[in-house]
Every structure is written in C-alpha cells, then in structure tokens.
C-alpha cells in the first residue's frame, strides 16, 4: 500500500463515521514526517482526486483537516495551485487571503492586495460581494487580539493604501479582545 492509498483508508474511515472524527492535526503531523517524494505523492493523488466524492467536501472545505494537509503540502510544492486555493476560499475563511498579501506586497503589487484585504474584510464581517461599495482605504473595521492575523490585516490595509500614493485609512477602529 502507497502514502496515498492509506490517507485515503483514512479519509474513507473518516467519511464512515457519524458520531466521531479523526484527530486531523494527527494525520498532518504523520504525513509531515514521511519522506519528502512521499508526501509530494500524496498531494500528488489529492489533487488529482479533489473532484471525486470521497474528497470533494473534505477539500472544498477551509476549515477541514484535509484542506489544511492540502494546502500545507501545495505549499511547498505548488506555490501556484497553493494561490489558487487560497484565493478560491477567501469567502469562507478571510485568513486565508494573508498570505496572498503578503507575497503581494513583496511584489509591490499594492492594488491587488488591497483588492484581498477588501475580500478579507468582506468575509471577517460576512459581507457578501453583492454588497458593493465597501472601500476599506477609506473606513475599516477589524477585531482581535494583539498579534493576531487580524492585526495583521490593519497593517496590510495601511501599507496598501500607503503604497498607491494614497493616505493610510483615517477612520480605523481597532478593538482588543481580552
């Protein structure tokens, strides 16, 4: 039996099961530590098996320990289809755009990461796309604790703005949880 063929004994146990789970941090932690053509065989396989039944659900949701393997593995060796996954998610999970900032602001490519930070905004504050005129250059609302990812949304929005020759968002209100 391949790496693949038993993460996919796993993912079919998983499915099976009603009133429990797979501890899916266990299952990250256990492929992390496999060799290197192993776990690029895996990723391999889940890619290009994301469309059937077993794994569709599993990796079209950002909240599910397989998606959180995929992503950790296309990371590493598929920085496009990484993006790609990441970008497709924004809505149902805005940490997932930080990542996509950052590498544009690297690039200096400030217009497109204001555009994530609004997605990221967006879907923070469950706000659909059909809600237009959000300006997030202009007034941004976001909550979290000090050192969070949220934070680090205020920074990408200032710098963005800052970086098109516009003025870092005035109106920012900035909360601390306790």
């Given amino acids: 039996m391949g790496p693949f063929e ?41 890619r290009a098996k994301r469309q059937t039944a ?43 755009a930080l990542p996509l900032v950052s590498g544009q602001l690297r690039k200096k490519e400030y217009s497109t990461a204001l555009q994530l930070v609004d997605e990221a905004i967006r ?15 202009s007034c941004s609302l976001v909550v979290g604790r000090s050192g969070s990812p949220e934070n680090r949304t205020i920074r990408y929005s200032s710098c963005s703005a800052s970086g098109r020759g516009q003025r870092p968002p005035r109106e920012m209100l900035r909360l601390r949880l306790p």
């Fill in 6 to 46: 038993f993460a996919e004994r796993i993912r079919t146990l998983e499915s099976s099961l009603k009133q429990a789970g797979i501890h899916g941090e266990s299952v990250c932690a256990f492929v992390k530590a496999m060799p290197q053509d192993e776990q690029r065989a895996i990723y391999g396989a889940m």
């Fill in 54 to 96: 077993l794994w569709s659900e599993a990796l079209a949701n950002p909240h599910s320990s397989w998606f959180r393997l995929h992503q950790r593995l296309a990371r590493k060796w598929d920085r496009a289809g990484f993006d790609e996954s990441c970008r497709a998610h924004i809505e149902q999970d805005w940490t997932l």
């Fill in 123 to 137: 879907s923070l504050l469950c706000l659909r796309s059909e809600n237009a005129g959000h300006q997030p250059e």
